[in-house]
């Protein structure tokens, strides 16, 4: 079963792309001690700007990875039971590392770099049984109302591009990895277009699950100090009645996870508690061990959402201890 961290080596998929390589290599080993430690098999990283790519390397930033140093890593990861595996996010609302490309999208240009990244990756990370796509947020009309995203697929546009980037990966042989968020937008086109067998899915939720570990309005001051503080450029606001959107989150999770599972999709759950909501790990474990098919539970992942540094280490190990807490809670 996959026990799985998400961490970041680039950062420039969100939305104040930075020239400064982010990661420090002081705190990565003090996750990956933690992620051993706390009985984790696999590390999702999140590439971006933080590999040198031979086949592009107008895309790396000053200190990015050499091919030959994630080559290394994979090598030493592996020697200590934690299989890394490579992310490219290709979402239209996550894609400022493909820096002039992003703007490309439909062109033969923008196919030709995603399949050479692809590839490059794929060999890179000595030939993974996955590959990470992310594809995630790119219906979310947040993001169109709120940041500067200038352009975005929809529909069949959208659909069309999944498929291509699908097959970039099957046809090395490894399988896609997505998270759920294009099943949530298009269920039946979704379902008709890509066999069950052919993608894994991560169903991902933050908040509260259960109504009553919703996220109380008294936090609400204490969190908009958060996000001021990690995207303090922007005017947050929130509905008084439901400050984080919980029910519109969590209706459309219940709605979808559960029922792409019993569809015959192998998914990997995912918890985090960027949000502040630190029971959110034991609620994801244990409702999909009570769930979801058996069969089709691949695993659980963690996100904390945070760079590979110093000033988050704590937290990112807390977003850790907390998925293990719940495994020996609900599955030992």
Known sequence: MIWSLYAELGVNMWFSPTEEFRFQESAWKKIVDAAVENGFNQIVLDLGEGV???SHPELAIEGAWSPERVKSEVKSLCERG??????LNFSATH???LKEYRHMMGLPKYYEVCRDLIREVYE???????VHLAMDEEGEKLFFEEFDIVAYRRGEFFLNDLQFFFDCVKELGAKPWIWLDPYWDYPEEFKKKFPADSVMLSPWYYRGLARENFTPLSLREEYQRFAEGKYK??????VEDDPFHESKFRERFLNTAIPAAEHGYDIVPCASIIFGNTINPEEIVKYFTENAPKEHL???MVAPWWATREEHVEEIIENMRLLNAARDKFLK
């Open 124 to 130: 890179m990370f000595g030939k993974p049984r996955f």
């Open 298 to 300: 691949a695993g659980f």
């Open 95 to 97: 894609h400022l590392w």
């Open 52 to 54: 040198q790519y031979q």
């Open 82 to 87: 934690i299989e890394l595996i490579p992310k």
């Open 233 to 238: 450029e922007f005017n947050l606001q929130y």
